[in-house]
């Protein structure tokens, strides 16, 4: 549900970034992986440059979407979210991925397996005993790891992390 990220997202908003959630069919990102094609583009926007990004197979799609160049688009941001496809070559491509270290859906082993598949000036950003749920507001999730940080202080530090990227690249 869009609304699960509104406490990590709305800072980002606050600190002047324009956000979009899409209504992905059923909550699956995966049924519309080109759901940003609705505004990336659009003339009449008032956007020139567009980052896409996702939590976990919203990340992915994010990755999948990414693929191909697009003038506007100039950054991925996953949120314990690993790419799907080869995006090495992407050099005009900014990334950053965080990542929980206690997560137990998107592994960190996984994370740093597929790192090769970003460009090389791929930032990457461990929130230290985060995990997977705590990227959204959607409860608990099944396989997941435990804890060692609160879901307030993992969240205030992904907003962040997140503001720095998106300022960095104005």
Not at 116 to 126: H, N, Q, R, Y
Not at 132 to 145: A, E, V
Not at 157 to 170: C, K, M, N, P, V
Request: glycine share 10%.
């Amino acid at each position: 549900d869009p609304r699960a990220y509104g406490r990590i997202l709305r800072p980002i908003a606050e600190a002047g970034f324009e956000v979009v959630i899409f209504k992905q069919p059923y909550n699956l990102a995966i049924l519309d992986s080109n759901a940003a094609s609705a505004v990336i583009g659009d003339p009449d926007d008032g956007v020139d440059q567009w980052i896409v990004g996702g939590h976990s197979l919203g990340g992915a799609m994010a990755s999948r979407y990414a693929e191909r160049e697009r003038d506007e688009l100039i950054g991925l941001l996953l949120f314990a979210a690993y790419t799907v496809n080869d995006l090495s070559a992407r050099t005009d491509l900014a990334v950053m991925s965080i990542y929980g270290t206690a997560d137990g859906v998107a592994d960190p082993g996984d994370i740093a397996r597929r790192m090769s598949d970003l460009p090389a000036t791929a930032e990457f950003v461990p929130i230290d005993g985060a995990i997977h749920s705590f990227f959204g507001d959607y409860g608990l999730q099944r396989g997941d790891g435990t804890p060692t940080v609160s879901r307030e202080d993992a969240q205030r530090q992904i907003a962040d992390s997140t503001i720095r990227f998106l300022t960095s690249l104005e």
